[in-house]
């Protein structure tokens, strides 16, 4: 059974509900629809952006379905990303965001997961000054809000 | 951060959360130090998990706290003493805090210090409480008894742990009472002050109706209208005992479904089965972690619940055939996990397919037993010469193998998890076993070829891992089965994967590619993860 989806510039995908329902609140909108050939207005996501959410989506439709579990600590499952899924997110910056953004939106937990794992090992290993380059940021701190800082980091760390 | 008016997904603080998750603590000072912006979204991040080593505690500065205290959210804050950093205004929204005090009978506040302070400013946001104290009453000669008022106002505590205190029935009453949120329960090292158990009886059968309570060295007797009413706590669903178990505490908690027991002094489960059989009919998840001085109270305590439908842990060795047919004849219904730990048992001669035939619910099963592949049977046609008894003869040096025959099919749809360790088995034919169920799953219905007969199998599952090369995650096996399957090849058909398979060994196979939803498998030569099955 196939849906239509429209992106914020008016284009048109038709995907397999199975896909679409991968996004938890596409999969809420077909419920409270009901059987409808009308498309499902996405205003928040580019076509560009789309296209790739249902890339992954489609990729990913026969995965099982993740239990919603509040103790789950992220760190504790597999530290490692799916090769597809890093071929997937190697992307500029600007497109990276996006995605996560869209993945927000669109409430699809595994996207966001990857999405964030993915910022998060961008991060990791730089200094400040190396995130600032990454990300095209301004130092905005005088050098004594920056020693005030690291005075305060110091002891805060982890045992 | 954002461009020209849209979202940037670092303006949002759920995303930010979700990055500050991978990253370590200093990380996210690294982050801090990026920009202004950065520092406001992750310096609460960086401040909500505390956990300061006790040596570090006098580093911690108060003016840091002062200004960040409200992002603390989980805290350990080591020894708390007269004072503390962590007792000021801006630590107000603690929802986990571990501490430990040094009891004492001569100080005024008792060595508590400012805790009761710290508790009391954090009471409607705290869900938490890890507690240990120091120390040893030398009046009482136990732990220092507990000051269960510092739990009044605790409406959010769901989860306490309570080491090395002792607890009068008042003091846990005081504590139930006060804690309405209550759903898990943990005491180590902590005592009971009075012992209330009733008269350990003779029979299995507890006497539940017994009027006379110990209160000292004393037998008093307390007629029914003298007993005060029954005070019970409906949210406790889980109970930890650590090194000493307090049973008479759970005729409060009637509505307790977990029951952990672990390192119990001398192995000493007291009256447990009786509480449990009287006030716990809802217990249904075991974990035994702890040695039984008593194998038949180790049964007692099986035989009490009701219905029990998780087992993990230690079973006395004297004991372990009962518990299984206990378990097979109680609760074949019911039981979804059964995981017993490692220990000597080489004499045991239990049936375990029968498992496997009779518990449908069965997700996790793992018995690392070096079991006897097929049933034992006293051997009839052994003739008894004159002069001996025939209970000589059924000893098991006389008994005779019979291949264990299905008597039924396995019901246990839903095994996901299996460890058998069977006897006698070839560990090449062990590996052999989980490599074919991995190209079972890999292979679609319509390409299967006819289950391999003896050592055939091997070469038409190297083909196959040819054929689906492509495959992205599940390419690692596929490549570890044709490499084996080569590697057999190389050895020809005088090594020991060639020879045929015994009808046992076959129909282990058939049975378990049946198990549509076998995730993890070990039949002794270590854990394999199966791909899941290609519809």
Same mark, same amino acid.
């Given at each position: 059974?196939?849906?239509?989806?429209?992106?914020?510039?008016?284009?048109?995908?038709?995907?397999?509900?199975?896909?679409?329902?991968?996004?938890?609140?596409?999969?809420?909108?077909?419920?409270?629809?009901?059987?409808?050939?009308?498309?499902?207005?996405?205003?928040?996501?580019?076509?560009?952006?789309?296209?790739?959410?249902?890339?992954?989506?489609?990729?990913?439709?026969?995965?099982?379905?993740?239990?919603?579990?509040?103790?789950?600590?992220?760190?504790?499952?597999?530290?490692?990303?799916?090769?597809?899924?890093?071929?997937?997110?190697?992307?500029?910056?600007?497109?990276?965001?996006?995605?996560?953004?869209?993945?927000?939106?669109?409430?699809?937990?595994?996207?966001?997961?990857?999405?964030?794992?993915?910022?998060?090992?961008?991060?990791?290993?730089?200094?400040?000054?190396?995130?600032?380059?990454?990300?095209?940021?301004?130092?905005?701190?005088?050098?004594?809000?920056?020693?005030?800082?690291?005075?305060?980091?110091?002891?805060?760390?982890?045992? | 951060?954002?461009?020209?008016?849209?979202?940037?997904?670092?303006?949002?603080?759920?995303?930010?959360?979700?990055?500050?998750?991978?990253?370590?603590?200093?990380?996210?000072?690294?982050?801090?130090?990026?920009?202004?912006?950065?520092?406001?979204?992750?310096?609460?991040?960086?401040?909500?998990?505390?956990?300061?080593?006790?040596?570090?505690?006098?580093?911690?500065?108060?003016?840091?706290?002062?200004?960040?205290?409200?992002?603390?959210?989980?805290?350990?804050?080591?020894?708390?003493?007269?004072?503390?950093?962590?007792?000021?205004?801006?630590?107000?929204?603690?929802?986990?805090?571990?501490?430990?005090?040094?009891?004492?009978?001569?100080?005024?506040?008792?060595?508590?210090?400012?805790?009761?302070?710290?508790?009391?400013?954090?009471?409607?946001?705290?869900?938490?409480?890890?507690?240990?104290?120091?120390?040893?009453?030398?009046?009482?000669?136990?732990?220092?008894?507990?000051?269960?008022?510092?739990?009044?106002?605790?409406?959010?505590?769901?989860?306490?742990?309570?080491?090395?205190?002792?607890?009068?029935?008042?003091?846990?009453?005081?504590?139930?009472?006060?804690?309405?949120?209550?759903?898990?329960?943990?005491?180590?090292?902590?005592?009971?002050?009075?012992?209330?158990?009733?008269?350990?009886?003779?029979?299995?059968?507890?006497?539940?109706?017994?009027?006379?309570?110990?209160?000292?060295?004393?037998?008093?007797?307390?007629?029914?209208?003298?007993?005060?009413?029954?005070?019970?706590?409906?949210?406790?669903?889980?109970?930890?005992?650590?090194?000493?178990?307090? =049973?008479?505490? @759970? &005729?409060?908690? +009637?509505?307790?479904? /977990?029951?952990?027991?672990?390192?119990?002094?001398?192995?000493? #489960?007291?009256?447990?089965?009786?509480?449990?059989?009287?006030?716990?009919?809802?217990?249904?998840?075991?974990?035994?972690?702890?040695?039984?001085?008593?194998?038949?109270?180790?049964?007692?305590?099986?035989?009490?619940?009701?219905?029990?439908?998780?087992?993990?842990?230690?079973?006395?060795?004297?004991?372990?055939?009962?518990?299984?047919?206990?378990?097979?004849?109680?609760?074949?219904?019911?039981?979804?996990?059964?995981?017993?730990?490692?220990?000597?048992?080489?004499?045991?001669?239990?049936?375990?397919?029968?498992?496997?035939?009779?518990?449908?619910?069965?997700?996790?099963?793992?018995?690392?037993?070096?079991?006897?592949?097929?049933?034992?049977?006293?051997?009839?046609?052994?003739?008894?010469?004159?002069?001996?008894?025939?209970?000589?003869?059924?000893? =098991?040096?006389? @008994? &005779?193998?019979? +291949?264990?025959?299905? /008597?039924?099919?396995?019901?246990?749809?839903?095994?996901?998890? #299996?460890?058998?360790?069977?006897?006698?088995?070839?560990?090449?034919?062990?590996?052999?076993?989980?490599?074919?169920?991995?190209?079972?799953?890999?292979?679609?219905?319509?390409?299967?070829?006819?289950?391999?007969?003896?050592?055939?199998?091997?070469?038409?599952?190297?083909?196959?891992?040819?054929?689906?090369?492509?495959?992205?995650?599940?390419?690692?096996?596929?490549?570890?089965?044709?490499?084996?399957?080569?590697?057999?090849?190389?050895?020809?058909?005088?090594?020991?994967?060639?020879?045929?398979?015994?009808?046992?060994?076959?129909?282990?196979?058939?049975?378990?590619?049946?198990?549509?939803?076998?995730?993890?498998?070990?039949?002794?030569?270590?854990?394999?993860?199966?791909?899941?099955?290609?519809?």
């Amino acid at each position: 059974m196939p849906v239509t989806l429209t992106s914020l510039d008016d284009v048109k995908f038709t995907v397999d509900k199975d896909v679409a329902e991968r996004s938890i609140l596409i999969k809420n909108m077909i419920e409270d629809v009901g059987e409808s050939d009308s498309p499902i207005p996405l205003p928040n996501v580019s076509s560009a952006v789309l296209k790739k959410v249902i890339e992954y989506c489609e990729h990913h439709r026969n995965d099982p379905v993740q239990v919603q579990d509040e103790t789950d600590d992220p760190r504790k499952r597999s530290n490692d990303i799916e090769e597809w899924d890093m071929k997937f997110m190697a992307v500029d910056q600007e497109m990276l965001f996006e995605i996560i953004l869209a993945a927000n939106y669109l409430d699809i937990k595994p996207l966001l997961d990857v999405g964030c794992k993915t910022v998060a090992n961008i991060i990791k290993g730089k200094t400040p000054e190396e995130i600032r380059k990454t990300f095209n940021i301004v130092n905005d701190f005088t050098p004594e809000e920056e020693a005030q800082i690291k005075k305060e980091n110091e002891w805060a760390e982890d045992r | 951060m954002a461009t020209s008016g849209t979202t940037h997904a670092l303006d949002l603080p759920e995303i930010c959360a979700l990055i500050a998750i991978h990253l370590t603590k200093a990380e996210l000072g690294e982050c801090i130090l990026v920009s202004h912006q950065w520092a406001n979204t992750f310096r609460p991040l960086f401040w909500r998990t505390m956990l300061v080593p006790r040596h570090k505690v006098a580093l911690c500065r108060d003016e840091d706290l002062a200004r960040h205290g409200h992002h603390v959210r989980i805290l350990a804050a080591g020894r708390i003493q007269q004072s503390s950093p962590f007792d000021q205004a801006s630590v107000c929204s603690l929802q986990h805090l571990e501490v430990s005090t040094c009891g004492s009978n001569d100080e005024p506040d008792n060595g508590l210090g400012c805790l009761p302070a710290i508790v009391h400013r954090n009471k409607t946001s705290l869900s938490e409480l890890h507690w240990m104290c120091f120390g040893w009453d030398m009046k009482l000669n136990k732990p220092y008894r507990i000051w269960p008022e510092i739990f009044l106002g605790l409406e959010r505590l769901e989860t306490l742990m309570l080491s090395k205190w002792t607890i009068s029935i008042d003091d846990f009453l005081t504590i139930l009472k006060a804690c309405p949120s209550l759903n898990t329960l943990t005491f180590e090292a902590t005592e009971d002050l009075e012992d209330l158990s009733p008269l350990p009886s003779n029979s299995n059968v507890s006497n539940s109706n017994s009027n006379k309570i110990r209160r000292g060295s004393k037998m008093i007797d307390v007629s029914a209208q003298d007993r005060p009413p029954l005070f019970q706590h409906q949210g406790v669903h889980t109970v930890h005992y650590i090194g000493h178990a307090m =049973p008479g505490y @759970l &005729r409060h908690l +009637p509505k307790v479904q /977990t029951l952990h027991l672990q390192n119990l002094t001398h192995g000493n #489960l007291s009256t447990i089965p009786d509480e449990i059989r009287q006030y716990c009919p809802e217990i249904a998840s075991l974990h035994i972690l702890t040695l039984c001085s008593n194998p038949s109270r180790f049964l007692a305590l099986v035989d009490s619940i009701h219905t029990l439908r998780s087992f993990q842990g230690r079973v006395p060795s004297e004991a372990m055939q009962d518990f299984l047919e206990m378990v097979l004849a109680k609760h074949a219904e019911s039981i979804e996990t059964l995981c017993l730990t490692e220990a000597e048992s080489d004499g045991l001669r239990f049936n375990v397919w029968r498992f496997l035939e009779n518990c449908p619910r069965l997700t996790d099963f793992q018995i690392p037993y070096k079991l006897e592949g097929s049933l034992l049977e006293a051997s009839s046609t052994v003739a008894v010469p004159t002069g001996f008894t025939s209970s000589y003869f059924s000893s =098991p040096r006389f @008994l &005779r193998r019979r +291949p264990y025959e299905p /008597t039924k099919p396995w019901v246990c749809q839903d095994l996901s998890k #299996l460890w058998l360790r069977i006897k006698d088995m070839d560990i090449q034919l062990m590996e052999t076993i989980a490599l074919d169920l991995c190209v079972d799953r890999l292979i679609p219905l319509t390409e299967k070829v006819p289950k391999m007969a003896s050592g055939g199998g091997s070469s038409s599952s190297y083909q196959y891992q040819q054929q689906h090369q492509t495959q992205g995650r599940v390419q690692s096996v596929g490549s570890l089965v044709g490499h084996h399957a080569h590697h057999r090849h190389g050895y020809g058909h005088g090594h020991g994967g060639a020879r045929a398979h015994s009808p046992l060994e076959r129909l282990i196979v058939e049975k378990l590619s049946g198990l549509k939803k076998l995730s993890k498998i070990n039949i002794g030569s270590g854990w394999y993860d199966l791909p899941e099955m290609k519809d």
